[in-house]
């Protein structure tokens, strides 16, 4: 499948972001000139350790908490699963429970399933039609035995927003009460940019965070662990990350890391203000001129830059492949499983219908997203649509 590559338009910025030149640029002598190793004692050494801990330093200035409290991990993945896998390892207290969502991001729950296989038990917490925890549902379903909640701050694939301060509150009032030690941890990979992370202000012991959606390189994430939690290193080996951590540091990556996460606070306000205005134009537009379509974002509250939006009937599959034959890139949902046919988990724990959730797409805008764009995606969208509302639909044969 060819296509003119000066008309490929990007609307899946959920799933992935380009890096962006000011973050190449500050990256690219510590794969050169700067290529020591950390660790050694030399002076060469002593420029990527300095790399590292700007990097550092930028990270936490955006959380809102000590450099001793990021760990620079090799994913947003491997975040979610320090926090999950590391936390209970360290409590050693024979099986305990823990609780996430049902629209919880794989890295949460295949982390969580792999707990359940070792004698834990896991609880999953419901959501609402858009896809929200409801603080009180949190409160409800935990017990003496609970040792971790984790509770994503924004969903991937709708765009939801938690009410993350308001599940931190619940959690540590019973934590007064029983006089338990309930950690909460959530996975904020999608709210970086768009969202606040101050960790103070929302109250979680860990936050999970990934470079690669907001124009910083693929292969670094890292995890803010409040001091005086206990964890255990998923990683065994030299002791990197005070002793957290083993590995010898991706510097390139990290100070990468730590440049687009400060480089995407400092734009937040305007990154909403623009992508927003984009969002609420597609969703007017296509509403308006495709039959059937449903919108799938809260209509006030979530994520600026994500509209959702479903075509009963239809397959997305199909639907993106002929969105990318005009030169539109989107997703049918998290990147992670749109090989997939069956529909999301996340669209499922919402209540939607089979027929609705597997023609389903998201769109998603980022900071050079311009109004043509808008308009190209919907002429887009109208066409494919109107092909393939001439073909029967495939969604039966999976029910």
Known sequence: MEHDSERIIYLDHAATTAVREEVLDAMWPYFSQAFGNPSSLYALAGESRNGVDEARSRVASVLNCRTSEVIFTGSGTEADNMAIKGTIAAVKEGPCEVIVSAVEHHAVIHAAEQLERDGHRVLQAPVDSYG?????DVRQLLTDSTALVSIMYANNEVGSVNDIPGIAHRIRAYNSRAGTDILFHTDAVQAAGKLSLDVRALGVDMLSLSAHKVHGPKGIGALYVRRGVPIDPLIAGGGQERQRRSGTENVPGIVGMGLALELAEQERADFCNRTERLRDRFIAAVSERIDGVKINNHPV??????????????????????????????????????ASVEPSHVLVAMGMDMDTAVGSLRFSFGKDSIDEDVASAVSALIDTVSQMRGMPSLASSIA
Do not use: Q
């Open 132 to 136: 929200r925890v409801a603080p009180d």
């Open 301 to 338: 509250s979530g994520l600026p830059h994500i509209a959702h939006i479903s075509v009963p009937g239809l397959e997305g599959e199909p639907m993106l492949l002929g969105l990318d034959f005009k030169g539109i890139c989107a997703s049918s949902g998290s990147a992670c499983s749109s």
